[in-house]
């Protein structure tokens, strides 16, 4: 259970990043009122949290429905998780194109797109919570750790987009660097075992 619990989290928090949610979260919000700020956060890792949420219950019925086998997924994931993690490391790490960013200035509600979505709920945060629900074993235990651990990190978020500019003070353009950085480090070795992990399962279910 503790072993779970710590996957969980790790996974997710490497995947999300919370800390290198803050640049981005002020390049798109920092010329809003304070009170506004704070009920986009609010919005956004609320609106996030329930596709998530989406996607641990129905993600294994929808995998069945489509013919995916769970080794499948977990190789298709975890290449996914890699290129992510790559971005981050080259600091590649905006999650979304140049008229993406410019149609979400224009908007006077950011906290659906690009904030919840593609930001935090993003292709890498679905695809690790639908693997590690789907390695659950001990139902509904097992899944209640893995949404209780997604809980948390979706809290980290709100607190680092409610303490974004005294964070951005704190560590400078470098420190959120190095921080993504590592997390993307970290990410990439995660990425490799789920492809490693999926080819195990595939070629055990190989006729």
Same mark, same amino acid.
């Given at each position: ?7 969980? /989290? ?8 919370? *800390?290198?949610?803050?640049?981005? /979260? !002020? ?7 304070? $009170? $506004? ?44 998780? !890699?290129?992510?993690? *790559?971005?981050?490391?080259?600091? $590649? ?5 140049? @008229? ?12 659906? /797109?690009?904030? @919840? ?15 590690? *629900?789907?390695? @659950?074993?001990?139902?509904? %235990?097992?899944?209640?750790?893995? !949404?209780?651990?997604?809980?948390? *990190? !979706? ?11 005294? %964070? ?34 595939? /070629?055990?279910?190989?006729?």
């Amino acid at each position: 259970m503790t072993a779970l619990a710590v996957r969980s /989290f790790l996974t997710m928090l490497v995947v999300v990043d919370p *800390v290198g949610l803050v640049p981005m /979260f !002020l390049a798109l919000a920092s010329d809003r009122a304070v $009170e $506004e700020r704070r009920r986009l956060a609010r919005r956004a890792v609320t609106i996030a949290g329930a596709i998530l949420l989406a996607f641990a219950l129905i993600g294994s019925w929808l995998l069945r429905r489509l013919g995916i086998s769970l080794g499948a997924f977990q190789v298709a994931g975890g290449v996914l998780l !890699l290129w992510i993690a *790559v971005r981050m490391v080259f600091a $590649e790490h905006e999650r979304e194109t140049a @008229a993406e960013e410019a149609e979400a200035r224009s908007r006077s509600d950011i906290s659906v /797109f690009p904030l @919840a979505i593609p930001i935090i709920a993003g292709p890498g945060s679905m695809a690790s919570i639908m693997i590690l *629900v789907g390695e @659950a074993r001990r139902w509904p %235990l097992d899944l209640g750790i893995v !949404l209780a651990t997604t809980a948390s *990190v !979706l809290l980290l978020c709100y607190a680092a987009l409610r303490l974004s500019e005294p %964070l951005v003070r704190l560590l400078g353009r470098t420190g959120v660097n190095v921080v993504t950085r590592v997390l993307g480090m970290l990410l990439a070795a995660l990425a490799v075992q789920y492809v490693a992990d999926g080819a195990k399962a595939l /070629f055990q279910t190989a006729p």
